[in-house]
């Protein structure tokens, strides 16, 4: 599975950005998906998972409210929806793919494929 995101950019805080993940190689039917973000000099974090199937869903609490992860298994891509943006938000986003929780998972290791990553920039 080959996994390409986008839709990263500079925005002023307050502001939208939907980030796509498009997949190749694999239906993405089956997996279970999700971002995550690293900014400047930190740890990889998750930010959003989605189960296979798109009726589980899962955040972490400094995303609740203002990002939605969401998915379109017929165009094999997944898309994290972002409002409200805040400079601490500011970093590399991944989506990533994991064969082994078709449900979604918040740990990074159950994760089997990444994606580039995209760069999302909030000035205050």
């Known amino acids: 599975v080959q996994l390409q995101a986008s839709g990263g950019g500079s925005v002023q805080a307050g502001g939208s950005l939907r980030l796509s993940c498009v997949a190749s190689?694999?239906?993405?039917?089956?997996?279970?998906m999700g971002w995550f973000r690293q900014a400047p000099g930190k740890e990889r974090e998750f930010v959003a998972t989605i189960a296979w199937s798109g009726t589980m869903k899962n955040y972490d609490d400094s995303v609740k409210g203002r990002f939605t992860i969401s998915r379109d298994n017929a165009d094999n891509t997944v898309y994290l929806h972002m409002n409200r943006l805040k400079p601490e938000d500011t970093a590399v986003y991944y989506c990533?793919?994991?064969?082994?929780?078709?449900?979604?998972?918040?740990?990074?290791?159950?994760?089997?494929?990444w994606g580039q990553g995209t760069l999302v920039t909030v000035s205050s």
């Open positions: 190689g694999h239906p993405l039917s089956s997996y279970g």
């Open positions: 990533a793919a994991s064969e082994r929780s078709p449900y979604g998972t918040t740990h990074r290791p159950n994760y089997d494929y």
